[in-house]
């Protein structure tokens, strides 16, 4: 009579409720997470840049800049979120030929920094005697320097 009344029975057992409840749980916390990284990211999107990707950026739009007077006098560019961003720089060759030392400032909404790169730029001589003298210059001092190493 007993295991008549066993087989009319049905339902689970503690142990098959639990067992379904922990797979919902690790389910449940899997696509929480996956939710949240996915919002995350669509919000950062909608945010303002962090200073790295704004001075990579910035430095990036100098880099493709062909002409020294734009910079010099200021360069406006767009921005993230259709704003402007402006950068106003002092170029200076160095002994380097076709090397300069840019020193350049940054004003984009609230945010303001100083930088400095160097750029190679044939170009950018204000007139190409500067840089003819400078290859000469060059020249005799490696014509110097493989004297001096015949010598020893």
């Known amino acids: 009579m007993q295991s008549d009344m066993k087989k009319n029975q049905r339902g689970f057992t503690l142990i098959e409720c ?5 797979l919902f749980a690790a389910a449940s916390v899997t696509f929480c ?3 949240y990284n996915c919002i995350s990211v669509l919000d950062k999107m909608n945010k303002e840049p962090d200073m790295e990707v704004l001075k990579g950026y ?4 100098i880099t493709l800049t062909a002409e020294r007077t734009v910079l010099e006098d200021g360069l406006d560019f767009d921005g993230f979120n259709n704003d402007t961003i402006t950068v106003k720089a002092e170029i ?5 030929v076709n090397l300069f030392h840019i020193k350049f400032e940054v004003d984009y909404n609230e945010v303001n920094y100083s930088d400095e790169m160097f750029l190679v730029r044939p170009t950018w001589y204000e007139d190409s005697a500067d840089r003819d003298e400078l290859l000469e210059d060059r020249k005799q001092f490696l014509e110097e320097k493989r004297m001096q190493e015949a010598k020893m």
């Open 33 to 35: 997470t996956a939710a």
């Open 58 to 61: 910035v430095k990036l739009n």
């Open 92 to 96: 200076e060759p160095t002994k380097i």
């Open 18 to 22: 639990l067992v379904a409840l922990m």
